[in-house]
């Protein structure tokens, strides 16, 4: 699977739309792009995933460059509920688990 | 419900002792999965399970033995605990042509 790249941290005030960058320059064609979070030691969340197009769900939306070699994940409307680290996978098949790099901690702010 | 469990939440034993952690899920997936967090928050995965058949083994020492009586659990037996144990172990389950795999809230194994 392609390697990942997240900055370490971020900060977001709160109400404001957190974009989290990951790039993932060597990823292949078959290959999707997955984020997760972790809040705090509780298991791993999955968020949204997608192949080339856009996609947005009730948590964020996922733009993927036309190259695909990069990614963004925006959480419009951040809360302190949506303080934790974010996991940009790439990843080719269901049947392959699931591998974790460091991550960005978002940390939202009041 | 929760859809995946893990039993207990909480262990802490001493060094030389074996012990079991449990994982049930209740999504009817196909797919299991054993992680290890360590103190550094890394998260690597250990096992995978498909149909209760090992699939991947991550070079994980062999005191680590899962074992999956059927598809809805796969438990992890560790023997000999070893300080270097201490970690947090999160079950993981996801089904074939579905992408999102849901974990367990994490087993906090700490060995004295």
Redesign the interface.
């Known amino acids: 699977d392609a390697k990942t790249t997240q900055p370490p941290s971020m900060d977001c005030a709160e109400g404001r739309a957190a974009n989290l960058p990951c790039n993932h320059s060597t990823i292949s064609g078959n290959e999707?792009v997955?984020w997760y979070r972790?809040i705090h030691?509780?298991?791993?969340?999955?968020i949204i995933?997608g192949l080339k197009n856009n996609e947005t769900n009730e948590m964020a939306s996922l733009i993927i460059t036309e190259d695909r070699k990069s990614s963004t994940l925006i959480l419009p409307h951040a809360t302190l509920r949506d303080t934790a680290?974010y996991?940009c996978i790439v990843?080719v098949a269901?049947?392959k688990?699931?591998?974790?790099g460091?991550g960005t901690r978002l940390s939202v702010i009041a | 419900d929760t859809a995946v469990s893990q039993t207990p939440k909480y262990l802490v034993t001493q060094m030389g002792n074996d012990k079991s952690i449990k994982c049930e899920q209740n999504l009817g997936h196909d797919t299991m999965y054993w992680y290890k967090q360590d103190s550094k928050k890394f998260l690597k995965i250990m096992f995978s399970y498909n149909n209760k058949e090992l699939i991947i083994n991550e070079t994980v020492p062999n005191r680590f033995s899962p074992k999956s009586p059927d598809k809805a659990h796969l438990n992890l037996h560790i023997n000999s605990l070893e300080l270097g144990d201490s970690a947090v172990y999160f079950c993981a389950s996801s089904q074939e042509g579905n992408t999102e795999a849901f974990f367990g809230q994490g087993t906090r194994l700490t060995v004295v």
């Not at chain 1, 030691?41 to 999955?46: A, E, H, N, R």
């Open positions: 999707y997955y972790q030691s509780q298991g791993p969340q999955y995933h680290v996991y990843r269901w049947l688990p699931l591998v974790f460091k």
